[in-house]
């Protein structure tokens, strides 16, 4: 190891993803350890094992405390410009119910302890990441923010998790690009702070920010959000007029505005809104949409004409009163000029229940259609080769259809599932997978 080039030696060190394992190859060689402060970046994530341990009488004399690990790592080196510090997920899921902790030795957001090392290494400091440890943090509110504003005038890259945070004195960060904020008590329930201070951010990720109540998202130079809300707040608006790409995983608010005219791709999971107001989405082409009540959703769908992949999921099946069309024709109804569909096991089971009921009107809606992926349960396998073969019959343009079937279902009748499907139409593309609740998709074969 001794007789590699430095600038190979510095080139391997800055790719251990954890600082720990610097710290061991830092005892092992002098070398190493000679190379060490040039490293640009520090990564330490406090382990279940290692809190155990220092909470376990026979073993917490002969821990190091973990922010002085911190310390003692940053301290040594020269340029600093990625920081990340926090717990892996395993204790990140331990819960205050499950825990009494009235300890601050992983309540990495508290205001001294960032203030002992952020105000020495800021100066190049391009990401920030803090994942604290909710059972600590939960009830103690911190003004990291404006410590973070106030020092790192250069950041790009901010992720803060599981913390309660304070909006107070923080500054705007015209550099900052990319902001994540997961599972965060946020003292800005409309949000107002998050426009003024970020307003350069192109990449958002809100992800179970609770705390809000009319939160509104007015950023021009948004591009991808991703926002995940975790309570069911009056009203949701969002306007990003150079917003690309949109992921909304929101309960039932009154009001849900959206004003995104270059949005293209477009995940909204949903269970309704009582107005929901789009402004034109002409260049959406692909949409994931996922509900409780479907159907409902589809009627007041504002938009439809430009999209051209299709993914649907309905998360509460309910057997639909009064139905003048399949699932299946409503669909292409709304979306008239999709190309691609995916149709989820909910959605699929409707579909058996209600057929396409045929027609001249039905062909001409699906001739656009050329690839459909579906997750099949097969209740009935005569119900679902019959509901197959009615695609099949209507979708004249069709070439590709991937079917994965419940694992459950037994073998002999995925085996004739498959062989009369093929049999049917041999000018289609068939693939034949597996899907179950929980586990990973699996493809059994293709067409041959």
Known sequence: MDDLPPPLLLEILSRLSDSADLARCRVASKTLNSLAPEIRSVNLQCSYLRYAKSRSPPTSVFMTPFKLVFHNLISDLKTVESVSIGVEKPLRLVSYDDVEDEEDDLFLTEANFVNSWLPKVCGHLKSVSISDFWVQSCWRRSDVLSRISAYCLNLVKLEIKNAWLSVDFVIPMPNLTTLTLEFIRLDDENLEKVNECFPSVQVLNLIGVGGLKDPKIHLIKLKTLCWTLSNAPMSITILAPNLVKLKLKCVK?????????LLSDLHLSIEGAGSFKVKELADLRK???????????????????????????STKWEVPVGVTKSIFELLLCVFPNVGSLTLTAGVWSEFEMYPIRGGSESKTQMKDV????????????????????????????????????????????????IWRCMAYSSKVNWKWGMWKDGTKDAWICDSI
């Open 253 to 261: 608010p009154h009001v849900l505005l959206i004003e995104t005219p």
């Open 287 to 313: 949409l994931h949409l996922e509900s409780t009540a479907l159907r409902n959703l589809l009627v007041m769908f504002p938009f439809g004409r430009s999209v051209k992949n299709l993914t649907v999921v």
């Open 370 to 417: 050329k690839e459909i992926t579906a997750y099949l349960t097969v209740n009935d396998v005569e119900v679902t080769l019959s509901t197959i073969f009615s695609i099949l019959d209507n979708c004249s343009n069709i070439s590709y259809m991937a079917m994965f079937i419940h694992r459950d279902v037994v073998s002999t009748v995925t085996s004739s599932l």
